[in-house]
């Protein structure tokens, strides 16, 4: 079931690590055209359309593509899957680009699974719970003051 799309989204930015892997001044600002398609709570497909400003050199990478999901080990911990496709080859040796998306980008991602995971082990609740994902912590913060709303009615 897809829950969510964000289409369009256009912004001026540095263009990032990625731009050295292929080749390009990761200083460099470019036009960014984003997309994203969330298909439940733990898979998520983006892209990423990069272009200059001034219709000067071309971009490298001019586009990306992430496939990003994160789905249960076991009731308590979870997997996390990330699979990345660009339009440029890779110019540096593939053990310094693996450095630069291992040890930066999917760095990135490790605080929000944490945080996560840090909720789930918070949760004393019996049985099965949902999964949720880091853009729901006002959801969540939502429902531990429920839950504590409920066990002071309770006694």
Do not use: W
């Not at 291992?102 to 719970?129: K, L, Y």
């Amino acid at each position: 079931m897809r829950i969510g799309d964000e289409r369009g989204r256009n912004r001026i930015n540095a263009l990032g690590p990625l731009g050295i892997e292929c080749g390009d001044d990761p200083r460099r600002r470019v036009h960014f055209e984003e997309s994203s398609t969330q298909y439940g709570p733990s898979l998520n497909f983006g892209e990423q359309r990069r272009r200059a400003i001034d219709g000067g050199i071309a971009v490298k990478p001019a586009m990306l593509r992430i496939a990003h999901a994160i789905t249960p080990a076991d009731e308590g911990r979870t997997h996390q899957f990330f699979a990345l496709s660009v339009s440029d080859p890779f110019v540096r040796d593939l053990s310094a680009v693996l450095h630069v998306i291992q040890d930066i980008i999917f760095e990135q991602d490790v605080e929000v699974v944490r945080e996560m995971q840090r909720a789930v082990e918070r949760d004393r609740r019996p049985g099965r719970v949902e999964f949720s994902m880091s853009y729901d912590r006002f959801g969540l913060k939502i429902r531990d003051i429920l839950h504590v709303m409920k066990q002071k009615e309770l006694k």
